[in-house]
C-alpha cells in the first residue's frame, strides 16, 4: 500500500486502491480469511458530521450512510478504537448489511486526533479475524491518514 499512495493524496482513490488491496491479500489466504464477504470503508460525511457514508469497497452492495454511534462502524467512529468482533451477533445493535456476515473488524481512521472514517471488514465465518488482522490494519489506518487529503 506504500507503494500505491505515493504521490496520490486523494482520498478516494487511496482507499479504493486499499479496498481492493485488502479484497485480494484476505482471499488469498486460508480459511478463514479466504471467507472475507467485505472490504471497505465509511467516511465522515463533512455535510453531516453525525453520519458515515459509504466509501469505496468490494462486495455486495452495502448501507449507504450510518449514524456516528450505531451498529458496529458508528461505535467505532464515536469511540475511536478498534472493535474485532468473533461473532457479530454478539454486539448490541450490530447492522446487518450483509446477513452472511458473520465476523467483522472496525478500525477508526484518526487525523489530528479525529475520527475521519474506518476500515471495515466482513467474514462470511465467525472467528474470520485476530490480532495480526487487528495490527495490520491499525497499521493500515496510520498510512492512510498521513497520506490522504480527508
Known amino acids: 500500500m506504500e507503494g500505491l499512495v505515493v504521490d496520490q493524496r486523494n482520498w478516494v482513490c487511496n482507499t479504493a486502491n486499499a479496498a481492493s488491496l485488502l479484497w485480494h491479500l484476505f482471499h488469498s489466504l486460508p480459511a478463514p480469511s479466504s471467507s472475507v464477504n467485505w472490504s471497505g470503508f465509511y467516511v465522515v460525511d463533512k455535510a453531516k458530521p453525525s453520519q458515515l457514508v459509504l466509501g469505496p469497497f468490494h ?58 472514517g474506518v476500515i471495515d471488514i466482513d467474514c462470511a465465518e465467525t472467528s474470520g479475524f485476530d490480532e495480526v488482522d487487528r495490527t495490520g490494519l491499525e497499521r493500515l489506518a496510520l498510512l492512510l491518514a498521513k497520506s490522504c487529503d480527508w
Open 59 to 116: 462486495g455486495k452492495v452495502a448501507c449507504q450512510t450510518i449514524a456516528v454511534g450505531k451498529g458496529v462502524c458508528g461505535t467505532v467512529a464515536e469511540k475511536a478504537q478498534t472493535l474485532l468482533l468473533e461473532d457479530v451477533e454478539t454486539f448490541p445493535g450490530h447492522i446487518a448489511c450483509d446477513s452472511d456476515s458473520k465476523s467483522e473488524v472496525v478500525v477508526p481512521i484518526m487525523v489530528d486526533g479525529k475520527v475521519v
